[in-house]
């Protein structure tokens, strides 16, 4: 069971961005991808979450609207696109798998255990 | 400012007992799941604690967890040096309606 994350990009403000984390070993429709942030030096956000299955979504508010999930069943990938990037975008972005299979029976499983992770995606935004 | 919160570091020689504290609210840890990670240097995290005191396999009974009202701790025991990380504390805050980790805490293995 592994997520392989695309590699390390550099972008200038303003421009689009889509990483992606492709998931192998296990059903991945199956399974929720979580996206977690990280800032230079920083600690850890939630920024939220997607059912590949269906790719019902749920954001954090800090992120709403500035990022959107997406997910490919046919590739076993999930995407994290951005429209236009801000210098405040750098960071190092995580996907993990959320251990818990299938329908999520309250909001609180949204954050039960992510079992697995990403090597994660360094994404850098300077003009 | 983490919505949980964490010492910032701690300290402890090898084969110690240290704990760190992860704080919240009744709308996060005093109502929902409390799960713990470790972040070795240039790593990714990993899962150390779920369902506030549950370890996934593979993951040494020396880490351990627990919750009492809305404060969750993590406990590590026969410290080793390769246990020097940053441990994060996280849960779903439901007023929020995001999940939401605590600012990390640096361990250092003296």
């Known amino acids: 069971v592994q997520l392989v994350q695309s590699g390390a990009e550099v972008k200038q403000p303003g421009e689009s961005l889509k990483i992606s984390c492709y998931g192998s070993?296990?059903?991945?429709?199956?399974?929720?991808i979580v996206w977690v942030r990280q800032m230079p030096g920083k600690g850890l956000e939630w920024m939220g979450i997607?059912?590949?299955?269906?790719?019902?979504?749920r954001y954090s508010p800090s992120f709403q609207g500035q990022v959107t999930f997406s997910a490919d069943r046919s590739k076993s990938t999930a995407y994290l696109q951005w429209s236009s990037l801000k210098a405040s975008d750098t960071a190092m972005y995580y996907c993990?798998?959320?251990?818990?299979?299938?329908?999520?029976?309250?909001?609180?499983?949204?954050?039960?255990?992510?079992?697995?992770w990403g090597k994660g995606t360094t994404v850098t935004v300077s003009s | 400012q983490s919505v949980l919160t964490q010492p910032p570091s701690v300290s402890a020689a090898p084969g110690q007992k240290v704990t760190i504290s992860c704080s919240g609210s009744?709308?996060?840890?005093?109502?929902?799941?409390v799960c713990w990670y470790q972040q070795l240097p240039g790593t990714a995290p990993k899962l150390l604690i779920y369902?506030?005191?549950k370890r996934p396999s593979g993951i040494p009974d020396r880490f351990s967890g627990s919750k009492s009202g809305t404060s969750a701790t993590l406990g590590i025991s026969g410290l080793q040096t390769g246990d020097e990380a940053d441990y994060y504390c996280?849960?779903?805050?439901?007023?929020?309606?995001?999940?939401?980790f605590g600012g990390g805490t640096k361990l250092t293995v003296l």
């Open positions: 996280g849960t779903w805050d439901s007023s929020l309606n995001a999940g939401v």
């Open positions: 997607i059912y590949p299955g269906d790719s019902d979504s």
């Open positions: 070993g296990y059903s991945f429709t199956t399974y929720w």
């Open positions: 369902d506030n005191n």
């Open positions: 993990a798998r959320l251990g818990v299979p299938g329908t999520i029976p309250t909001p609180a499983y949204y954050f039960y255990n992510m079992d697995v």
């Open positions: 009744t709308s996060n840890i005093g109502n929902n799941y």
